[in-house]
């Protein structure tokens, strides 16, 4: 059976010299152990995706601050705020655009496409003068960096069924790495000519412009990136129909080899056509999707709060950190999420299941959270013991519950549909990521006016609203409303 299985396979689908995708396949056929090679320049990529997403939260409330435009220190908050999700509002409008791009012309242009507006708008936004310009340009970077969805789909692709896992591992631990370590970039190099005076005069182009080193520095590293994607091979198949229907069976096929046999198979892929009529009816698909965006909403929001919150005065609640502290918070607590990701998280993901790793991060960080408020009341290296602990114990147990979300999603949907779903997924995250800074800036802002309120005062009304999303993500976690594609053995 087994013999015939193998056949039907080949006569399905004759091998193309020409098309990637069955280049690709092939590849995966003949190299049975995992491609670190691919692996690695993903990363790399995906990184300088991430990278410039949050790099200017520990230096955004100076530069609001610096354009003059809030009346009061309180308002500084909400402005920052906008500026913040300026990049999501324009991801959320050119994702779905960007994904079908890259299911038409391949993975590979819209990768280079995406990389290289890191180069220009995230040059021009270290460059801006006012409220405005800043705006402008994380819009346009939004725009243009749409590729998440399609860096997830491409790294699903370029190996077989049992190392997928770890593929979107390392897609999710860079991006977990980059929203933590852009910060620490932000927060080391903004305003250098205060910080290094030794090594950066006052008449300097830094001088005059504070906020461009950063910029400058993730933008040398989109232009390394740019380098690496020549060592990126497409994976799209790019000639007959019947291709893409190879595509969707050789995923089915590598995923069984160990199940009941061919009827088995050959219904799974009845089921997988279906799906493929409508992204929208695929349940599966639709219900992660909304998960995701309940929890990226609230992700969003406390990346723009934390570094709010740690540079805020301790009349505040806050930590009266500088933004040097709060990167050198956010670059431990990145190591911390590498290690883990990369020598935890797949043997963790393996014994429990994607889904109950998604539960119970979700579950840990609930307490967790609750306890950030009273951190402040600590000082000296005990603060910053404890905050660093904290830090990496948070972005651990977020970015683990992101991965899982992304293993669950693209199990939803055959391979020729990847990277349309996956700009679905990014389009309503972007949305709800949208509302995350503004959300969380105006909410800081509020609570910095009630101090002494008697209910949840101060920062505590903060940190208890992100525990509400994330426990009503938890909530949609649960049966019937979150169907998994498939069930592991």
């Known amino acids: 059976m087994e013999e015939s299985r193998t056949s039907l396979l080949e006569r399905e689908a004759e091998y193309c010299e020409k098309c990637p995708g069955c280049k690709m396949d092939r590849l995966k056929q003949e190299q049975a152990g995992v491609p670190y090679k691919l692996l690695s320049f993903i990363w790399i990529v995906s990184l300088c995706t991430a990278l410039q997403i949050s790099s200017l939260f520990p230096?955004?409330?100076?530069?609001?601050?610096?354009?003059?435009?809030?009346?009061?220190?309180?308002?500084?908050?909400?402005?920052?705020?906008?500026?913040?999700?300026?990049?999501m509002v324009g991801r959320a409008l050119t994702s779905l655009f960007w994904g079908v791009v890259a299911d038409r012309y391949g993975r590979k242009p819209v990768i280079l496409i995406g990389t290289f507006s890191v180069v220009v708008f995230n040059t021009l936004f270290g460059l801006s003068t006012n409220f405005w310009m800043a705006l402008s340009m994380r819009f346009f970077l939004g725009c243009f960096n749409s590729l998440l969805g399609t860096i997830r789909a491409y790294a699903s692709e370029v190996c077989r069924e049992e190392y997928r896992a770890l593929a979107l591992s390392v897609v999710s631990t860079s991006r977990g790495i980059g929203l933590i370590i852009g910060p620490a970039i932000g927060g080391f190099f903004a305003q250098p000519v205060e910080k290094y005076p030794n090594l950066f005069a006052e008449s300097s182009i830094f001088g005059r412009f504070p906020y461009l080193l950063p910029c400058l520095i993730i933008s040398v590293y989109a232009v390394g990136s740019l380098v690496a994607c020549k060592w990126l091979p497409e994976t799209l198949h790019k000639h007959a129909e019947k291709a893409n229907e190879r595509a969707d069976l050789h995923d089915i096929s590598e995923h069984s080899s160990n199940d009941s046999g061919q009827k088995d198979n050959m219904v799974e892929l009845e089921e997988k056509q279906?799906?493929?009529?409508?992204?929208?009816?695929?349940?599966?698909?639709?219900?992660?999707?909304i998960v995701y965006c309940v929890f990226s909403l609230q992700e969003m929001a406390y990346s723009e709060i934390f570094s709010l919150w740690a540079v805020s005065d301790k009349k505040y609640g806050g930590l009266s950190f500088s933004s040097q502290d709060v990167g050198e918070v956010l670059a431990i607590s990145g190591l911390g999420l590498l290690l883990f990701q990369l020598l935890l998280y797949p043997p963790v993901e393996r014994r429990l299941g994607p889904l109950m790793v998604t539960r119970l991060s979700a579950v840990i960080s609930i307490p967790l959270l609750s306890c950030f408020p009273y951190i402040a009341m600590l000082?000296?290296?005990?603060?910053?013991?404890?905050?660093?602990?904290?830090?990496?114990?948070?972005?651990?147990?977020?970015?683990?519950?992101?991965?899982?979300?992304?293993?669950?999603?693209n199990n939803a949907v055959p391979q020729s549909q990847r990277g349309a779903a996956n700009a679905i997924s990014i389009t309503a995250m972007s949305v709800f990521k949208a509302f995350g800074p503004a959300g969380g800036g105006a909410l800081?802002?509020?609570?910095?006016?009630?101090?002494?309120?008697?209910?949840?005062?101060?920062?505590?009304i903060v940190f208890f609203a992100l525990n509400v999303v994330q426990f009503i993500g938890l909530l949609l976690t649960v049966k019937p409303f979150l169907a998994e594609p498939y069930q592991r053995e």
């Open 59 to 87: 230096f955004v409330y100076f530069m609001i601050r610096d354009f003059h435009i809030a009346k009061r220190e309180e308002d500084i908050g909400f402005y920052a705020g906008f500026v913040g999700s300026s990049f």
């Open 274 to 289: 279906i799906h493929k009529s409508n992204l929208l009816k695929n349940w599966p698909l639709m219900s992660t999707i």
């Open 379 to 409: 000082s000296g290296v005990v603060l910053h013991l404890v905050i660093n602990c904290a830090a990496i114990l948070r972005n651990t147990l977020s970015v683990s519950l992101v991965t899982g979300l992304f293993i669950l999603l």
């Open 444 to 460: 800081f802002s509020w609570a910095q006016e009630r101090q002494v309120a008697s209910f949840l005062p101060g920062d505590q």
